[in-house]
């Protein structure tokens, strides 16, 4: 499974952005997938998931109302919606996804998921 990230870019605080994940040479549908930020210096930490079964988790509370993670099936593609952003924000943005149909627990960890996008920077300048 190849994963292209893409959506980033540079967005004032308050302001939205929508970041995208391409899926190919693998249906990921029956997938569990995730989104993942790294800001500078910093460790790659948990932003969202959803499972097989559509059910959404997030890292609560820094997202918490303002981050929505989707998919389309049929497009092969995960989303990630990002609304009134913060400088706090910034960072690389990862997709993720693994076969396994992992627990909203493990569905959290970088350890669960066996591909990786390349990166996708957002920037909020403030």
């Known amino acids: 499974v190849q994963l292209q990230a893409s959506g980033g870019g540079l967005v004032q605080a308050g302001g939205s952005l929508r970041l995208s994940c391409a899926a190919s040479?693998?249906?990921?549908?029956?997938?569990?997938m995730g989104w993942f930020r790294q800001a500078p210096g910093a460790e790659r930490e948990f932003v969202a998931a959803?499972?097989?079964?559509?059910?959404?988790?997030y890292d609560q509370p820094s997202v918490r109302g303002r981050f929505t993670i989707s998919r389309d099936r049929a497009k092969n593609t995960l989303y990630l919606q990002m609304n009134s952003l913060t400088p706090e924000d910034t960072a690389i943005y990862y997709c993720?996804?693994?076969?396994?149909?992992?627990?909203?627990?493990?569905?959290?960890?970088?350890?669960?998921?066996?591909?990786w996008g390349q990166g996708t920077l957002v920037t909020v300048s403030s």
């Open positions: 993720a996804a693994d076969s396994r149909r992992w627990i909203q627990s493990a569905a959290r960890m970088r350890s669960s998921y066996e591909y």
């Open positions: 040479g693998r249906t990921v549908s029956t997938y569990t």
């Open positions: 959803i499972r097989v079964n559509g059910l959404t988790t």
